[in-house]
C-alpha cells in the first residue's frame, strides 16, 4: 500500500473508532468529527428511538480535493469503510449500505 492508502486506512479506523463512540446518542443536528483530510457526521432519520422500533443511521463523508472514500468493493488497491460500533444495550446494528458509486476518471484510467 501507498503512504496515502496507508494514511487513508488509519483515518478511517479513527473516524469509525470516534463515531462508535458517539453513536450512544442521537442528536437532531448531525454529530460531526474532523480527521485529516476529511469530515464525517453522523445523521440519522429521526432523534429518539422507541424500543422495538428501528432508525437508520448514515455517514456523511467530506472530503478534500483529490481524496476519496473507498465502496463496498474496493478493488485491488483499496480499503471499504469499517465501522465497529459501540451500542447501548438492545441495539442492534445491520450491515452497512453504500450508495452506487460514481465514475471517476483520472489520467485515462476509469474508477469508481
Request: glycine share 8%; hydrophobic share 50%.
Amino acid at each position: 500500500m501507498s503512504k496515502r492508502q496507508l494514511d487513508f486506512a488509519a483515518m478511517v479506523r479513527r473516524v469509525a473508532f470516534v463515531l462508535a463512540l458517539s453513536f450512544a446518542r442521537l442528536a437532531s443536528a448531525a454529530d460531526t468529527i474532523e480527521a485529516p483530510h476529511v469530515t464525517v457526521s453522523l445523521v440519522a432519520d429521526a432523534t429518539h428511538v422507541r424500543p422495538g422500533g428501528e432508525v437508520e443511521v448514515g455517514l456523511r463523508f467530506v472530503l478534500e480535493r483529490a481524496w476519496h472514500v473507498y465502496w463496498l468493493n474496493p478493488g485491488d488497491s483499496g480499503e471499504r469503510p469499517k465501522v465497529t460500533w459501540a451500542l447501548p444495550a438492545g441495539f442492534e446494528a445491520g450491515e452497512l449500505v453504500f450508495p452506487v458509486p460514481e465514475r471517476l476518471v483520472t489520467k485515462g484510467i476509469i474508477n469508481y
